[in-house]
């Protein structure tokens, strides 16, 4: 999905596999201008050098510019949006896990960092703010999860994020902030190096010759949605008029449970040569939800937004490229 014209792109978490990823698509369209806000306590210089030529300094060349920063200091983030057409927020505590073991640090980064952001879009006249939300806060439901499912979040991540949602909506409410609140289902990938995620995980510990443990007895389900179709999402999000305010679930709409996807992920890691993988199950993890796939049809109808990869091409691309 190329944009139209060229516009001044401001991507917090810019160095994190999405931020990555959304910027290698970026410079591969051209004539857009990147600039990243990270803190680098999870993606690196060298992750982003990976994608773009960058400067720290204030340069008038075509290289994207790196601000390292925290998204909780509000000057920082006044200062990152100067001149920007759009923000990408995705800087955050991401997991589950993370929420439950440090609910205060969850808090400030989700809660107090998206309230940042927004502060900046609005006194720098940002038009558009792309939020980079999750399944989360719906909670324990009956799925596929829609967009209008009152909300009853498990876990404090799953709170931080309504509390994102909720914030984006008053801004376009209230300030006229041009807000999109994304979904993000499981998302994969090429560049995901750092993650900590099911798929991620479970490939590094495979190669290391680890045990892949899984949580309870595999039968938790998720929605695993390949980057390449994430980033055409939030271009897509970008591109179309008339949706400040919305929200949308950014996933495939395909229920798999976790024992399904290992039975997928296994023989392509052993015709790369990575056999003899063990896995052993273990305890339910705490703030975990049994059952989450997505209803994406509002993406499709308002968004014109559908997949193209299937679980078992984006787990072997995903495969060739940790290999």
Known sequence: MAINKPLKWLITGGCGFIGTSLIKNLVEEGRHHIRVLDNLTVGTRDDLSCVCDFTET????????LIV?????YATCQNAAKG??????LAANTGVGPSVEDPEADMKNNVIG???????ARHNNVKRFIFASSGAPAGECEPPIHEELPPHP?????????????YCSAYYKTFGVETIALRFGNVYGP????????VAKFIK????????????????TRDFIYIDDLIHAIKAAQTTPGIGGEIFQIATNKETTVKEMVDILIPPLNKAGIADIQIEHGEKQVGDVMRNFSDTSKARDIL????????????????QWFI
Request: charged fraction near 25%; avoid cysteine.
């Open 84 to 89: 920007m057409d759009v923000i990408v927020h």
């Open 58 to 65: 204030n340069s008038t060349d075509d290289k994207a510019k």
């Open 154 to 166: 498990v876990s404090p991540y799953g709170a931080s994020k309504l509390a994102g949602e909720g």
């Open 69 to 73: 920063g925290d998204i909780k200091d």
């Open 304 to 319: 014109n937004w559908t997949t193209r990869y299937d679980l078992s091409r984006g787990l072997q691309e995903t495969i």
């Open 114 to 120: 998206t309230f940042n952001m927004l502060e900046a």
């Open 191 to 198: 560049g995901s190096g750092h993650k900590n995620s099911v």
């Open 205 to 220: 510990k495979a190669m290391a010759g680890e045990i892949l443990e899984i949580y309870g007895d595999g039968t938790q």
